[in-house]
């Protein structure tokens, strides 16, 4: 049995750190774990241009605590009325990394995203030209669709055809949670890839009503039934470099979880790389943790792999009830590795 493992230090593909106060009580936890994160741009108002993302990243590195080596790559938040000459001046510059596709109001401050993927053929064209990754948040929001069902009919109607059009697109599905988007990324011919989160690999959606509403398990999108955590814990430790980490950390505050209508985030930073540990060690493929962690985002992106590394070593550790204001992923629970330092 391994008790200590050491891999190359990880990235996460797949960030929220917030703004302001939350910016500040959070983006440590991100840090202490990873070299790199892309930072999604769904703020108050969303990132929009290349001013505002180099704007905000000052504010992530100014919101580290001393000394701290992180690298936040940042995103343009895609709206109907997006600039294709914005978005490549930014790629150019070395301000954006990615651009995000949120369909409006399919998540957390979204409600400025994209109401038609057609009316974005232009942006998308350009994208593929320069060959900057698009981010997509893969799930329709017709109200006549079943919440379950919204990813897996996002794939069928929107990712199908956005692959045909655009055939060298490089596409990342963000969080996914269904054995239907699992299946589409590990077949498609097609460079597209997809991150995977903690939480979709260890809970299904009996958590979100166990005993009760457990509002502290409500993500978007929202966990599925069992049969899809399996299929998308076998993508997550199959070894195959479309899949790689992406915790969608995403806090909020207590009192805006426990509401009337609390909101959709999971706050899983400070503790992310061990709960990932957790699902390859009772996987038995902990061999396979630092390609999913380490290497097959960098090499998606084009980007070099991290020089340093982090050592996980088998150590009971209890997650805190709390972090500051917010509850975390697996509040209470105990976790079978802990990484030093």
Not at 116 to 132: E, N, W
Not at 156 to 179: G, M, N, Q, S, W
Not at 248 to 260: M, N, T
Not at 275 to 296: K, N, P, Q, T
Request: proline share 6%; glycine share 8%.
């Amino acid at each position: 049995m391994t008790d200590r493992l050491t891999i190359r230090r990880p990235d996460d593909w797949h960030v929220h750190l917030r703004d302001g106060a939350m910016l500040e009580a959070v983006a440590g936890h991100t840090a202490r774990q990873f070299a790199r994160a892309i930072i999604m741009p769904n703020l108050t108002p969303p990132v929009t241009s290349a001013a505002a993302a180099s704007a905000y990243r000052e504010r992530i590195v100014a919101a580290l605590p001393p000394g701290t080596a992180f690298t936040p790559l940042m995103t343009c938040y895609l709206t109907d009325d997006t600039d294709p000459d914005e978005i490549a001046a930014g790629h150019e510059a070395g301000v954006f990394t990615a651009c995000k596709l949120y369909p409006a109001h399919a998540t957390t401050n979204s409600a400025h995203g994209v109401t038609d993927i057609r009316r974005m053929t232009t942006v998308l064209d350009r994208l593929q030209r320069i060959g900057m990754p698009l981010l997509i948040h893969g799930e329709v929001t017709d109200r006549a669709i079943d919440i379950f069902d919204r990813e897996a009919v996002f794939v069928d109607r929107v990712l199908t055809p956005l692959t045909r059009d655009h055939p060298a697109l490089k596409i990342v599905l963000e969080h996914i949670t269904t054995a239907e988007a699992a299946a589409f990324v590990a077949e498609a011919d097609h460079p597209i890839a997809a991150t995977i989160t903690p939480q979709h690999l260890l809970i299904n959606r009996n958590a979100i009503f166990d005993g009760g509403l457990r509002p502290h398990a409500y993500c978007l999108p929202v966990a599925k039934r069992e049969t899809h955590r399996l299929a998308v814990r076998r993508a997550a430790v199959s070894g195959s470099p479309r899949f790689f980490l992406g915790t969608d950390s995403a806090p909020h505050v207590i009192g805006a979880k426990e509401s009337g209508c609390g909101c959709a985030g999971i706050f899983n930073a400070p503790f992310a790389l061990e709960a990932y540990a957790r699902v390859f060690d009772e996987e038995g493929a902990l061999d396979r943790l630092e390609g999913f962690a380490s290497e097959h985002g960098a090499r998606f992106y084009g980007l070099p792999l991290n020089e340093g590394t982090v050592t996980l070593v088998r150590e009971a550790v209890v997650v805190p009830d709390r972090v500051g204001d917010v509850v975390p992923f697996l509040a209470g629970e105990t976790l079978g590795w802990r990484m030093l330092g």
